[in-house]
T-cell receptor, first 108, second 114 residues
Framework: DAKTTQPNSMESNEEEPVHLPCNHS???????IHWYRQLPSQGPEYVIH???SNVNNRMASLAIAEDRKSSTLILHRATLRDAAVYYC?????????FGKGTRLSVIA | KAGVTQTPRYLIKTRGQQVTLSCSPI?????VSWYQQTPGQGLQFLFE???????NKGNFPGRFSGRQFSNSRSEMNVSTLELGDSALYLC?????????????FGPGTRLTVL
C-alpha cells in the first residue's frame, strides 16, 4: 500500500491560514490524493481530492507538488470547528488506508 | 439527500456473543465499505462491497463477515466476540469504486464487548 507521512499535530490561531503538509514519495501515476478529516465523536468527512493540478473547493485548497511526492491542504481561515484529525490518503485500486493523520488544534 | 445511516449507534455485548451491524448508504450509491476504529490501531479497513459482491477484504479474522443486499444496504457480522473487538465501526458509501470517488461516512456504531 502507498504510504503517506504527516506531522502528528499542528496548532493554529483562529482566523489564520493553516497549511497541513503530507509526503507521499511512493505515489504511483494513477493514485489520487484525498484528504478527509474526523471531528471529535464523528465519522470521517471528505475534504478535497486531486490528481495532478491544484484544487479548490468551499472547504479548502489542495496544492500538489509538481513531482506529486508531496501535497499541502490549505484551510484559508481556521475556525474552532476545523479542529479535527486530518488524514492524507492515496487512493488507487485499493481501499482507503488511513494513517495516524495530523491532529489540528485551533486556538481562539 | 439523506446521509449514510448506521444502526444501532451503540451496542453492548459480552464475550462469545455475536453481533450484526447495519448500514444504509446514500441513495444511488452502490459501494459500501466498513472500517474499524480503535485508539490503538486507528482506522482499519474491513471489507468493501459493490453490487452485492465483496471486492476487497482487509486483514481481519474470519469472525468478521459482511454482505450487501440488492438495495445496496449492507450488514456486517462479528461472531464469537472478543474484548478486543470493542471499537467504533464505520460504514462508508460511494457511487462507484473509482479512485476519484468520494466516500461518505456514517456516524458509526460504538460496540463495547464486556
Amino acid at each position: 500500500d502507498a504510504k503517506t507521512t504527516q506531522p502528528n499535530s499542528m496548532e493554529s490561531n483562529e482566523e489564520e491560514p493553516v497549511h497541513l503538509p503530507c509526503n507521499h514519495s511512493t505515489i504511483s501515476g494513477t493514485d489520487y490524493i484525498h484528504w478527509y478529516r474526523q471531528l471529535p465523536s464523528q465519522g470521517p468527512e471528505y475534504v478535497i481530492h486531486g490528481l495532478t493540478s491544484n484544487v479548490n473547493n468551499r472547504m479548502a485548497s489542495l496544492a500538489i507538488a509538481e513531482d506529486r511526492k508531496s501535497s499541502t491542504l490549505i484551510l484559508h481561515r481556521a475556525t474552532l470547528r476545523d479542529a479535527a484529525v486530518y488524514y492524507c490518503i492515496l487512493v488507487g485500486n485499493t481501499p482507503l488506508v488511513f494513517g495516524k493523520g495530523t491532529r489540528l488544534s485551533v486556538i481562539a | 439527500k439523506a446521509g449514510v445511516t448506521q444502526t444501532p449507534r451503540y451496542l453492548i455485548k459480552t464475550r462469545g456473543q455475536q453481533v450484526t451491524l447495519s448500514c444504509s448508504p446514500i441513495s444511488g450509491h452502490r459501494s459500501v465499505s466498513w472500517y474499524q476504529q480503535t485508539p490503538g490501531q486507528g482506522l482499519q479497513f474491513l471489507f468493501e462491497y459493490f453490487s452485492e459482491t465483496q471486492r476487497n477484504k482487509g486483514n481481519f479474522p474470519g469472525r468478521f463477515s459482511g454482505r450487501q443486499f440488492s438495495n445496496s444496504r449492507s450488514e456486517m457480522n462479528v461472531s464469537t466476540l472478543e474484548l478486543g473487538d470493542s471499537a467504533l465501526y464505520l460504514c462508508a458509501s460511494s457511487f462507484r469504486q473509482g479512485a476519484s470517488d468520494t466516500q461518505y461516512f456514517g456516524p458509526g456504531t460504538r460496540l463495547t464487548v464486556l
